[in-house]
């Protein structure tokens, strides 16, 4: 085997894949060549510090990870239902929180079938002296209790996109 | 962190298993685990061949980004006491040493480090690593060479 034979075949051997007769072959040359075997000893020494990056123990990796509570995900339609029930119900919550919660009813306010949105809105708004733009107070609370409920939807709406996009890479990958 | 779903193949104890080798620290490995596994949720490949090298790369790449994020003055993490093991100065050459490989590591190509790390860390032959980074294994073999020199030369400047 000469020099360029030598390259050829180095990862192979520094890599544990020669084996045989060529492996004879190759460490013949080895010993007869100073340059080839003081790269190969070398290159085989970076290799070794490498090596002593010490694995840990599989059963003890197994034991720190189960901390991170994993559970492999159920697959098909049952796998997309069972994910998006935790979501649904903080909807649901949110809904009924919207609904349910008391508005004060003031005579010649706004209605509280006309906040929820049950019945007609009614056009007029009172106004209550001192108050900036003459906005009556109610529509205020009712306002900000609104851009609350957008608040809370925001990120349950993007969780709905991030399960119709991990439920579409499934059935890409299905095909 | 909460209970999880995962795809199959994103196994935690491998992931934790790579980080420990690069990070040598519990706490640590864990937190790069839970990264990594935050990144699976998010952007995985559907394709199972492809999971494998995707994990490995996003693994490796995340946890030499925590080393390089780590200030020089910070005093590295000694997970083993010198009462129960080697002396404190083997353990802090062997902590010293364990970071300049790291830095080393983060300083080669995607490419070398991915095909080393696979053979080194996880014995895999030529064929396999090549197989799962979609290139030809002659290729592969030339980017394990590439970067055992690479290596040896950072290993080198940064004695």
Redesign the interface.
Known sequence: MNCNEIEER???Y??G?LGGEERVRFEEHLAVCLTCRREAE??G???E????????D?AE??R???????????AGLR?IVW?ALPYAACVVVGVCAGVLSPRPTVAGGPTSAAMTGIGPVVPSVPTVEGTAGGIHPMWVAAARESQALQDTAAPIASSFA?LAE?SS??R??KK | MSAMNLPEQADPARIYGWAYRLLRHHDDALDATQGVLLKVLERAPSSPERRQAWLRRVTINHCLDLIRGRRPTAPPPLEEPASRGPRAEEVAGSTEQRERVARALAELSESQRLVLTAKVFDGETFEEIAQSLGIATPTAKTHYLRALRRLRTLLEELR
């Open positions: 180095l990862a192979d520094l890599g894949e070398s290159l020494g970076t290799l510090t490498l090596r002593d990056l010490p694995p840990v599989p990796a197994n720190r990870a189960s901390v991170l509570e994993i559970r492999r995900r159920p796998g994910r991030l991990i890479r499934e890409g990958g």
